[in-house]
Every structure is written in C-alpha cells, then in structure tokens.
C-alpha cells in the first residue's frame, strides 16, 4: 500500500513547538494533501485537535512508523499557502526570528475563506416565438404576475431579483411555478466586493516621460526583457516625477502577462497613488490594507490569486500578495521606517521584496527623494543600481526657496508665538494671494508634556515610563492621554501633589497650531491632519480631497501630511520645530529628521508657483538641517556616513537587538544577565560585540517592563547565529518561555 508522510508546523505560536511534527496521510485524503494545504490533526498527548500547515512531504517515515499519528482531515475553508511563500517563511524565519508558524501567517495576509457575495438574476430561458406562445398562454388564464414579469423579461433578459420581488412585485410562487415550465432560471452571480470608490476611467491624455525618467524606465525593463532584472535605487528629488517612472515600468512589464506590487510607506498615501495608477490602469489596480474589511481583502487576495488584477497597491503586507507571475515590486519612499515590521518577525519589506524577486527573476525599484543611508551606501558599492533624477518634472516648477530661522533669536526679540515673524509674514501673504499653506509639526495633541510649574510635579502614565500628552485642552473635552498605551485621564484644574493651579503644557502640537492658526488668522480655513482626525476608513481622503479642492487655506498635520502628496497650488510650507525628532536618543535621528525636513519643503512650489519654506528651529548649525534647507542629500549622506562609520552603525555594522518584556520586572533583569552571559561565549570566536544588558529607553509600557541586548557584527551571518542559539537556549528553558523577547536586527530606532 502506497504511504505519504507529511511534516506539519502546527498552529500554536509557542517556543517549543516551533518545529515541523511528521504525520501520515490516510489513503483516500492523498491526493487532497500538497504542500501548503491546511489541515487538522491531532496534537500532544490528549490528542486534541489542531489546526497546521502541510510543509513538506514524503514517502518514508522518519521514525517509527507505528508511533505516527494519521491526520484528521483537510480544514475547511482554510486557503493553502502557495510552496513559493512557505520558502519565504523559512527565509523570514531564518533572518529575522521567529516561530515558522509566525512567519507563515506573515506572508499569508488571509488565511481563510470568507463567504462570496453574489446577486441573483432571474434570467428568460425562452425566446422569439415560444415567448410569445407563453405570453399569450398566461393571457388567457389571466396570469397577471407572470404576464408583467414576461413582457419585461422579453425585453432584458436578464433582471435582478431584487428588482423582480420588489419593483415588479412577483411572489416567490410565481417564480417558482415559472421556474417549473421552464421559462425562467433564477441563478447566482458572484461579484467581488468594491474598495475603491468610482469608476476607473482610463485617461488618455498622458505625460510623456522627460529624457531623465525615459533611461531610467528603459534600463530597468531592458534588464528585466534580459532576464536580468536586479535591484534599483532610483533617487529623484521631490518632484522629479517617480510616479510616471513607476507607472511606465509597471505597464511595460504588465504588458508582458506579468504583475506588479506598488508598496507605499502608510494607508494614508493610497489614495492619491491609486488615482494616479487608475488613469493608466484602470481596473486592474486593486489595493490591500488593514483597514479594509476581511471580507474586502478576501476579495482582493482572490482576484489577484487568479490574475484577475495586474497591479496591487498597499503598505508593507501587500509585498505577500499571491499573483502567480509577479514581474516588478516597487517600494516607494524606501527609507520610510514603517517598511519595518514592529511585530515579529521584525522583517524589512526591503530584503524580503529582494527575496521574492530573487525567486520569480522580477525586479525591484526603490525610489526616494531622501534614499535610507543603507539604500544609497549599497547603491554606491554597486549591489544596487542607481537611477538619478535631477530636475523637477514640471518645467515652471523649482526648488522651493528655503529659510532657517533661529527660534532662540525670535525670543530674543521678544516673539513668544509659535511663528517667526517671517513665517507670520508669508502666511498673511499666502492668505492674501489665495494659494495655499501646509503647517507641519511631528506631534500630535496640544502639547508635548504636562506639568506642575510651583512643584514641578509631571504628569504621567501609571502604565508607562512616559509622560502624557495634552488633548483639547481649554475645552470641556480636556484629557491628558498616554501615546504608548492610549490611558486617558481626565485634566485636573489643580496639582495633585501640592494644589497649585499652574499647570501647563510645555512644547507644542497639532492641536495647539491649529488653535494659534485660529486665533491668529479667523478668516482662513483650516483643516488638520493627524492620527486623531483620520481614525475612519475615509478620513485621510476626505481632508486630502478638500485640501486639494481649494476647500481650505492651511492645512495642520504631522508627518502624515508631508509624504509624497502633490499638491500645486501650495506655495508655503512651514515647519514649526524643526528639531523636535532630532535629539531623540538615536542613531538615526539625523536622519529621519533630515527626511521629514526635505520632504516637507519638497511639498511646496510643486505647480508653476515659486514655493517657500520656513523652516523653524533651534539648532540652524546642525548639519542635517544645514543639508535640509540646501535640499542637498549628499551633503547630509556624507556627514552621516561619517558619524556611522565612526560610532559603527549600520551600514558598516550589523546591529541585533534582543528585546525583552515582561509584568515580573525581576524575571527580564535575570534573563537578560543570563543571556549576556551567554551570549559572550558564543560570540566570542567570531568578536561579536555585546552591549548591555540595560533597560529599554521606555523602560515600562503597558505595566510590562523592557530589557535589550545589542549585539554588534559586521558580518550579518554571524548574528543569525547567536539568534539561533539564542532561540535554541529558550526552548530549552522552560523557565522563561512566558517572557516576550524578539530579535530586530538593524533595528529602525533604538530600545
Ligand atoms: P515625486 O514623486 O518624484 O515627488 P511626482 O511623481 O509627484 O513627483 O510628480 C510631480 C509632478 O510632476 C506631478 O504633478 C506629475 O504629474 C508631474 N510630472 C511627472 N512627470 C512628468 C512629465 N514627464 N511631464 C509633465 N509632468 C510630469
Ligand atoms: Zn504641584
Ligand atoms: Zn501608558
């Protein structure tokens, strides 16, 4: 008797199982079982039944075969996981960390079946002259449901049998004996549920790509023709027009039979990249994200599965979009930190779209006006190729004309408001002349922190080593709300501590301009921006379409508002502190600020306006602000390699953070001793250099208290080794299998 033997990756995310389990298949569920198939088994020693993954399978057992548990039987509804995607699991897991059960659900964004939505039709199963021999049978025995029902059937059809139960108000049985003399069938339509709102329609009238962006689309669809597609960084300043590169790239290569995936750094940018992807595309574009409903990415998941759509559009999960013959993987705004998964497996969308290109030969642009260090390290040493932009797309349109002022000299000069008075001069300016203003500040809420001015007392989180933010101050609403675990309180008129009634904000946030804008400014119209006023599905598009409407004057907003929207008639853009991210206690602080700087002025002056940016601060001699205002990216890349090179951060080190939390503070201190401990000896052939044990930076959220190792390497390997054996140490150790600890490795901010 023929024998199949299948390894199974049990569904239950745990240390300790995190290995394949052997089964047997009985006979007659062989040919349903293939690699990725979801199944139920029996699990453990009470047999209790388990839901898990096919991942491998066999014709020989690999111990006793009389200690073999047979599977219980196939999952219903479960969607098999295609084999390409189980091999990018292992790859995650391998990188990055983490239980293959982990990985598997990663690249797998839907995991079951979700039921279809269908119309019913009521369809004519007659024509011609047996119709009318029917018509005229019904006259005569004077069947009035079935005469209208016929007379307008003849005429459609087809009619849906909403319209036939309602409007023409025909009863079930009448549809039932028409159905009987067969002269209706009444039959299932299954339609797709809608994300996007409105038709598609195709434009015709196409920018033609300038010289710069042409060799740019060639080289790429040349190699990809060439079977040689690669990695590509293309770095055009804001406004070069990457969006058309991408677009041309992606139709060549759609136009081969192949299908694209379009990754953009937050939802908040799919709308205005899918308008623009839908003039050349039209229904073939679809889009994925978490704020869509399960029934809604079922839908997505299938159209793209069947090759139903060509072009998916969404944050980092869409790079896992099952199309069966994927030509390109386009990651926009590639230096965005959201590319990175906070969750385990901590993976960067980056290296896995690499992988999966690397897989399927597909290709892989990156595009960025303000390239990550690494990317454009890379670039330069030749694993990636670089494609440049230099001009600005639209010919009226230049660099918008920058300004720093020093907010230490506005004091000086008695200025207390939040505006410089250049920045106030050009409001009232852009005002004036009716061209729009964006205001940004990386902060959301009214103010920065709280506190106690005869006492100095802070207010902050029972849950975490934070402090708390200010929200709707100076209105019934006032709360005082935690950004780590979102504990709210309301605000107190007086010091718990000592009484007094001098509570104050310090620092500024969204709410706090927009109210100044108010105050100062009565007769514009605002809109704001921010995590607060976009927490529905269809707000960020709501106040995007109103800003670009002309609905509003000014437009608040954090970093939310400065990515990648293009918006021609905004002619100022103000950035009210410039260095509030930039002494954070992080290597990569320069950086993101330096991006979010450039992105912000790269808003402005983006239509034949000459654009302004004023840009506020209190470091004006720090380089990445120097670099920000000259809109010079290689200034900054080159200070920052430096300072990189000589702490050795990424890119000319490896960096793996272990991260550790857990409610029994004295449970992670050991732990994290223990694995220093460790961890020395195993890297100490290889030199791996160990910092720490310390506490996070936050060192208690949500009651949990946070621990981190950094190990350092510049072979990458060799920490995956330590992972490895790391991993090996808990599973062994039952003792700390409830403490949460996770690897990140070049990790986007520190612990
Ligand atoms: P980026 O993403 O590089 O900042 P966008 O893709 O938003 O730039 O393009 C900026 C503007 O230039 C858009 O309004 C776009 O329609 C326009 N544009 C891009 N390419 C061309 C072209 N070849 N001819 C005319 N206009 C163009
Ligand atoms: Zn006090
Ligand atoms: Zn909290």
């Avoid at 018509?135 to 005469?147: D, F, P, V």
């Avoid at 390109?328 to 290296?351: F, G, N, V």
């Avoid at 034949?608 to 601060?617: A, F, M, S, Y």
């Avoid at 920490?719 to 690897?743: C, G, P």
């Amino acid at each position: 008797m023929l024998q199949k033997y299948v390894d199974i990756i049990i569904d239950i995310s745990h240390e300790a199982i995190d290995r394949p389990f052997q089964y047997s298949v009985p006979e007659g569920l062989i040919p349903y079982v293939k690699i990725g198939t979801q199944v139920t088994v029996p699990f453990g020693l009470g047999n209790r039944i388990r839901s898990g993954y096919v991942i491998g399978i066999s014709d020989t057992p690999s111990f006793d075969p009389s200690k073999i548990k047979e599977i219980d039987g196939i999952k219903t509804g479960g969607i098999p996981i295609e084999s390409s995607m189980i091999e990018l699991a292992s790859f995650i897991k391998e990188q990055y960390g983490s239980t293959m059960i982990n990985a598997l659900k990663t690249v797998m964004p839907i995991k079951e079946e979700v039921r279809h939505l269908a119309y019913k039709q009521v369809n004519l199963l007659i024509s011609g002259s047996e119709a009318k021999e029917y018509l005229e049978y019904y006259q005569k025995r004077n069947a009035r449901a079935k005469i209208r029902l016929l007379t307008e059937l003849m005429e459609e059809k087809q009619i849906p049998l909403s319209l036939v139960t309602g409007k023409l108000n025909i009863s079930s049985s009448t549809l039932k004996s028409m159905q009987t003399e067969c002269v209706i069938s009444i039959e299932e339509e299954s339609y797709y549920r809608d994300v996007i709102k409105g038709e598609a329609e195709i434009d015709s009238d196409r920018e033609s790509p300038n010289q710069e962006q042409q060799s740019a689309i060639n080289r790429v669809v040349t190699d990809y023709e060439n079977h040689q597609a690669g990695t590509y960084l293309l770095k055009g300043i804001t406004g070069s027009g990457k969006t058309l590169v991408y677009i041309e790239m992606v139709e060549k290569i759609v136009e081969m039979g192949k299908q694209a995936i379009v990754l953009i750094p937050e939802i908040a940018l799919t709308y205005q990249t899918v308008k623009r992807f839908r003039k050349r595309f039209g229904n073939q574009v679809t889009i994925m994200n978490s704020k869509l409903s399960k029934g809604e990415r079922y839908d997505q998941f299938q159209k793209a599965k069947k090759g139903e759509v060509s072009v998916m559009i969404g944050p980092r999960s869409a790079l896992f979009t099952p199309f069966p013959d994927l030509g390109i993987i386009i990651i926009d705004e590639e230096h965005e930190t959201t590319y990175k998964s906070e969750y385990p497996p901590k993976y960067h969308a980056r290296e896995v779209a690499i992988e999966r290109a690397r897989m399927t030969g597909a290709a892989v642009v990156l595009g960025s006006a303000t390239p990550s260090v690494e990317s454009y390290y890379r670039a330069l040493k030749g694993e990636y190729q670089l494609l440049t932009l230099e001009k600005r797309a639209i010919e009226e349109a230049s660099l918008a004309n920058v300004s720093v002022v020093d907010l230490r000299e506005e004091l000086k000069l008695g200025n207390r408001s939040i505006f410089s008075k250049r920045l106030q001069d050009l409001i009232a300016d852009r005002l004036e002349k009716k061209e729009q203003i964006m205001l940004f500040i990386n902060r959301r809420g009214y103010s920065g922190f709280i506190s106690c001015r005869s006492c100095g007392h802070v207010f902050r989180c029972p849950h975490c080593d934070v402090s708390l933010t200010e929200h709707f101050s100076g209105t019934p609403k006032a709360k005082l709300v935690c950004h780590y675990c979102g504990y709210e309180e309301k605000k107190t008129a007086s010091c718990p501590k000592c009484q007094s009634k001098m509570i104050a904000g310090f620092g500024i946030g969204t709410q706090k301009v927009e109210e100044m804008v108010k105050k100062m400014y009565p007769e514009a119209r605002t809109l704001r921006m921010d995590t607060d006023t976009t927490r529905n599905k269809d707000d960020y598009e709501n106040i995007l379409n109103q800003f670009a409407n002309g609905q509003a004057d000014i437009l608040v907003g954090t970093q939310m508002i400065v990515k990648g929207h293009d918006f021609t008639q905004v002619t100022l853009v103000g950035i009210i502190a410039a260095d509030l991210t930039l002494f954070e206690n992080d290597y990569r602080s320069a950086e993101r600020t330096f991006d979010l700087l450039t992105q912000a002025a790269g808003r402005a002056g983006r239509g034949n306006l000459r654009g302004e940016v004023v840009i506020q601060t209190y470091a004006p001699d720090h380089y990445c602000i120097e670099a920000a205002a000259k809109q010079d990216y290689i200034a900054f890349y080159e200070q920052e390699k430096a300072y990189r090179s000589l702490l050795s951060y990424p890119p000319f080190t490896h960096v793996l953070a272990i991260f550790m939390e857990d409610i029994n503070q004295e449970k992670v201190r050991v732990l994290s001793e223990i694995l220093k401990e460790m961890i020395r000896e195993w890297g100490k052939d290889n030199r791996v250099q160990v910092i720490g044990p310390c506490d996070a930076t936050i060192a208690k959220v949500n009651d949990r208290y946070r621990r981190v190792i950094y190990l350092k390497h510049n072979e990458y390997e060799k920490l995956v080794d330590i992972k490895n054996q790391t991993e090996e140490f808990l599973e062994k150790n039952a003792a700390y299998k409830e403490i949460n600890l996770s690897f990140d490795f070049d990790p986007m901010h520190v612990y």
